[in-house]
């Protein structure tokens, strides 16, 4: 059983900084692409940021320079940087990762996609 846990959200001010961490555990063999996504209340979830395995990053436009994604291949974590923050970036953000959970699987289907609980970020006026 896979198990992505984030960390990190909560309330800043605009203009402030914030640094989202999230860990997969469990069965897991390979990761390839890392993200977060976000969701605010009404609309629909989003890309904000993939990384490869390889480290190329690729950004939403609402959030190029200001937010920086990274990932730890050693333990299995991504994180993000989040500065200049604007009251339109409040919402819960979600990790993702496509990985395979085992060898055999690595060499016969496409990575399955696996999901974080969330994690709130507020940005105050």
């Known amino acids: 059983q896979v198990q992505l846990v984030e960390s990190g959200g909560g309330l800043v001010q605009a203009g402030g900084s914030l640094r989202l961490s999230c860990a997969a555990s469990?069965?897991?063999?390979?990761?390839?692409?890392m993200g977060w996504y976000r969701q605010a209340p009404g609309k629909q979830r989003e890309l904000v940021a993939t990384?490869?395995?390889?480290?190329?990053?690729s950004y939403a436009d609402s959030v190029k320079g200001r937010f920086t994604i990274s990932r730890d291949n050693a333990k299995n974590t991504v994180y993000l940087q989040m500065n200049s923050l604007k009251p339109e970036d409040s919402a819960v953000y979600y990790c993702?990762?496509?990985?395979?959970?085992?060898?055999?699987?690595?060499?016969?289907?496409?990575?399955?996609?696996?999901w974080g609980q969330g994690t709130q970020v507020t940005v105050s006026s």
């Open positions: 469990g069965s897991i063999f390979y990761i390839n692409a």
């Open positions: 993702n990762a496509a990985l395979w959970p085992t060898a055999r699987e690595y060499y016969s289907v496409s990575p399955q996609d696996y």
């Open positions: 990384i490869t395995d390889g480290g190329s990053a």
